[in-house]
């Protein structure tokens, strides 16, 4: 009724909603036929998925002793901090009573509204947390319902000589039926997520007039950023800026652009043209902290979950003998059992051709930078269980060496409930990490943008050349 008296077409009949509706319908369509009432399961989905978390825990991770150079070390730590304060007081209540009190004190009662209020405070939240003058805060959209269309503000950022468009996660419903939206269409001579790829023509079309007058302006390079949503969104906005530059204006054109990603989904399928996405190592960078789920989340990733389940339910064992895999600490029988899992994947992929193409794989674009933060135990500690996955060193240095070297122990986090120590570490990706969905008991609590935040900061501290 608000949206009718204010002579505006109410969000769910907006076209973005319609389009939406419509990829989610399919999706639903091809999950209920293509999936649910494919696959029946005799033993409980719980104990299936036990002995998947197990299995996947006892993986073994390389690391990598590439250090980063200072300045890409800078820039994702910064960069990290400007995705962050997309979300606000509501992820960071630290800000509130600063932002609340300037508000108040600068704003006469007669200009008191939300709308105003809600700006004032993004705005100020944003200056705290990025050191950008708050006249250098161009736009904010933070607020709202926008289906297909992520929240975004655009700064000024003097000190990297930058325009910075950032672009927040997933905050509203409306972001949440963005995610949801997730069938594949042509997007730049590949495959994207459709509400994602959508989402990143509309905040271009939105925001190109701006961008352009401020790229004239100041002649600085054009950054893009975002966390989880708005890291993929600003992924395909790169794409789509760099695919057009051609028939984009002067300023456009010129300028350098560069996109940091941080825990995006897998939103690009190439089609084949593995020269592209060499070349966009150089402009888009991508990084995941340890088993963040977002990463990992794709349909095709569901597909391929459903699969391992179907693998697991197939084994010779009782209900009885699957639970006692589940607690017991030797895991080489269960590792024995799960040998051809891989292959049987690879055969039901290709029986379901018809599957495959509708749950078309997406991938990361550009270079991607996985840091983990491993438990270290302390020399004198012997009471370390752990149920982190492996991590084998491929230098001369084992992992577990590293506590005795000075440099870590000054950088390493220090539980307050375990007193054991934290290391971020480079770990080098396997040619499946992307593809599969890994459970584990960290694939929430690593996906978090204060977690980024913090494992960036420890990993820069002690890792930058």
Not at 180 to 200: D, M, R, T
């Amino acid at each position: 009724s608000r949206y009718f008296l204010l002579g505006r077409v109410p969000i769910f009949l907006s076209p973005q909603f319609k389009e939406g509706l419509s990829v989610v319908r399919i999706l639903l369509h091809n999950i209920n036929t293509k999936l649910i009432k494919k696959y029946d399961y005799k033993y409980p989905l719980i104990v299936n998925l036990g002995l998947l978390t197990r299995h996947t825990m006892t993986r073994s991770f390389h690391v990598l002793n590439d250090v980063l150079d200072e300045q890409t070390s800078e820039e994702l730590s910064r960069y990290m901090d400007f995705a962050a304060a997309s979300y606000g007081v509501l992820f960071y209540p630290k800000h509130a009573k600063s932002s609340f009190k300037h508000f108040f004190n600068t704003n006469s009662i007669e200009s008191y509204s939300v709308g105003a209020f809600t700006t004032t405070v993004s705005v100020n939240v944003i200056s705290q947390m990025t050191s950008v003058p708050p006249d250098n805060i161009i736009v904010t959209q933070l607020i709202g319902e926008n289906p297909l269309k992520p929240g975004y503000y655009i700064c000024v950022d003097d000190k990297s000589r930058s325009v910075v468009l950032v672009i927040r996660g997933t905050l509203t419903l409306s972001d949440a039926f963005t995610d949801v939206a997730c069938l594949s269409k042509e997007f730049v001579g590949g495959w994207a997520h459709h509400g994602i790829s959508a989402g990143a023509e509309s905040i271009f079309n939105e925001t190109k007039v701006i961008l352009e007058k401020e790229l004239q302006r100041t002649g600085y390079d054009l950054v893009l950023c975002g966390h989880s949503l708005g890291a993929g969104t600003a992924v395909l906005l790169t794409l789509y800026i760099l695919h057009n530059k051609d028939v984009l204006s002067e300023s456009l054109r010129k300028c350098s652009v560069r996109c940091y990603a941080y825990a995006p989904p897998p939103i690009f399928n190439f089609d084949g043209d593995t020269d592209r996405q060499e070349l966009l190592k150089e402009k888009i960078v991508t990084v995941v902290n340890g088993m963040d789920i977002i990463p990992r989340a794709s349909l095709a990733n569901m597909f391929g979950l459903l699969m391992q389940l179907q693998y697991i339910e197939k084994l010779p064992l009782t209900f009885w003998e699957r639970c006692s895999l589940i607690i017991d600490k030797k895991t080489e029988h269960l590792e024995d059992l799960m040998v051809g899992m891989e292959d049987f994947i690879k055969e039901q992929i290709h029986c379901d051709s018809q599957d495959s193409a509708v749950f078309r794989p997406l991938y990361h674009v550009g270079k991607i930078i996985w840091i983990d933060k491993h438990l270290i135990p302390s020399p004198h500690d012997t009471t370390c269980n752990d149920i982190t996955p492996k991590i084998e060193d491929n230098c001369d240095t084992k992992i577990s060496d590293k506590s005795e070297n000075s440099n870590c122990q000054s950088s390493a986090s220090v539980s307050k409930k375990t007193n054991k120590r934290f290391e971020p570490v480079l770990l080098k990706e396997e040619a499946l990490e992307w593809q599969r969905i890994h459970i584990g008991h960290r694939l929430i609590a690593d996906h978090w943008p204060h977690e980024y935040q913090k494992t960036l900061k420890l990993f820069l501290d002690s890792h930058v050349s």
